[in-house]
């Protein structure tokens, strides 16, 4: 199965230190998307790129979040000097463009916790 | 987006039909109903999606009301399997951004 794979699936880090997921996409997705949830809550958006252009940005993404697509295939989120609010689940999405619009596969997500 | 209103929690017995209401009063026109579920400790689950009309695939049936205001998730044949978060989503066709996910149903199906 080549779903959207997530990598690290768990991270615990000491705050103000930095840390960086990766989010592979189904290969021929162009749409990747990057959402949080925290516990109870529904995802809530942070940004999407199509192939490697960052096309939105959530105010939530505040300046100590920063998100890549390089080559339009992988992803990664980076995030600086960690602080214990940020302490969620980061998951990732892709889509296939206009074709499969409706659909956003998700993958298992990167349980990120501060200590 | 329109906003959606769901119940936050529904029982169901295995085996039997399970209905996920969802209320979105001020949907407009060119706004589709999509359902996702999630699982304990997955990524969100794409289910089904409508305009208008009643839709069926092989996870699920959709019933939008007539004037479009609410509409129903069925699970014909619910099994434990199916135990997730159920979130209603109201957005533009075609739309090329993010989800807006509220805090969904959740649904236990009990033996």
């Known amino acids: 199965d080549t779903g959207v794979s997530q990598d690290p699936r768990h991270k615990i880090t000491k705050r103000g230190q930095n840390v960086t997921f990766r989010c592979d996409p189904i290969?021929?997705?162009?749409?990747l998307y990057w959402y949080r949830q925290t516990l109870g809550q529904g995802p809530e958006f942070l940004t999407y790129?199509?192939?490697?252009?960052?096309?939105?940005k959530s105010r939530l993404l505040s300046d100590r979040f920063s998100a890549e697509r390089p080559k339009g295939s992988f992803s990664t989120l980076e995030i600086q000097r960690t602080e214990q609010g940020d302490s969620a689940m980061y998951l990732c999405?892709?889509?296939?463009?206009?074709?499969?619009?409706?659909?956003?596969?998700f993958g298992p997500g990167t349980r990120l916790t501060v200590t | 987006d329109a906003k959606t209103t769901q119940p936050t929690s529904m029982d169901c017995a295995e085996g039997r039909a399970a209905n996920l209401p969802c209320n979105h009063s001020?949907?407009?026109?060119?706004?589709?109903v999509y359902w996702y579920r999630q699982i304990h400790s997955q990524g969100p689950q794409y289910i089904i999606h409508?305009?208008?009309n009643n839709e069926t695939n092989e996870m699920a049936s959709l019933i939008i009301t007539e004037d479009r205001k609410s509409s129903t998730l069925i699970l014909p044949h619910a099994t434990l399997r199916d135990t997730a978060v159920y979130y209603c989503?109201?957005?533009?066709?075609?739309?090329?951004?993010?989800?807006?996910f509220g805090k969904g149903t959740k649904l236990s199906v009990k033996p």
């Open positions: 001020t949907i407009s026109g060119n706004e589709y």
């Open positions: 790129f199509q192939n490697e252009a960052q096309l939105e």
């Open positions: 290969s021929e997705h162009n749409r």
């Open positions: 409508g305009l208008k």
């Open positions: 989503i109201v957005r533009v066709g075609r739309s090329q951004g993010n989800l807006i």
């Open positions: 999405a892709s889509s296939a463009g206009l074709a499969g619009i409706y659909e956003q596969y």
